[in-house]
């Protein structure tokens, strides 16, 4: 099948990351998000590419055509006229099996489906809908466009056809697929969120502060963010609701830390309220409050 129209079902970090990833490499994308902050998804894909046309990654004329390649709706009947749909909402079982099951109805029977679950396991999703042998998992990981790899979850109940038309996708969108065995947590969430914990524990105990920790972690280990920034960059409301789904399948070594349950209490999210384990200027910087400067 040739492949020319995306929907992605979801207009947050994930889901904006995906389409502009898609976009870029040629594809028409439709993104969908029936959430508070969907019609704001293009503003904010604008808004990346515009930190990458600052750096000369990309002209002003490919800036344009990417973002004319991506359309945003809440018409979930333009699902008939899609060749591949990757879901990238929020790991509510309900939620997700709902809205499967309504692109189930409407995308034509040939489309392969990709989910992007964390925590949730691919074959019990596919139990709920009809092209269960094509719902593969690929869990991307953010920021999409800049992470080079990709996890791979095939269940026993996958075909080849459909295995081989994520592979091609993913190839195009220069991803480096690593296929993995099913797991709620796959392996970046898992590692991710124990390295978020154990920080958040460091602040709450009063060994270090954010900065302190931030610095440690990611200068020793040569990373470009730290955990604690990721975390803000995800949204601590989705860290909080990763670790609480763990710890309901593996126990309390991702019990959450009272300070992230704190953090989510007082609405200190992250970056989508500019308050998290730092704070953040408009344009999604950290502000070094010290210095008086701004962190890319």
Known sequence: MDIRRIAV?????????????????GYDVVLFSQGAGGQDALRRIEKSLDRKLAKWAITESEKRLILGRISYTLDLKELSKVDLLVEATIDHFYTKQELLRTADHLCPPEVVFISTSSTLRVSDLARGITRNDRLVGLHFIPPVPEVPVAELVITSHTSPAAVETVKQFAARLDKEIVPIEESPGLVNPRALITLVNEAAYLMDEGVCNAAAAEKIIKESW????????????????????????????????????????RYVRQRRLGVKTKLGFFAYTEDDAIVTVAQGEQED
């Open 9 to 25: 079902l979801g207009a947050g970090r994930l889901g904006r990351g995906i389409a502009e990833c898609a976009a870029s490499k």
């Open 222 to 261: 040569g990373m470009t963010q730290g955990p604690l920034e990721m975390a803000d960059r995800l949204g601590l409301d989705l860290v909080l609701n990763w670790m609480e789904q763990l710890q309901e399948e593996f126990g309390d070594r991702y019990a959450p830390c009272p300070l992230i349950r």
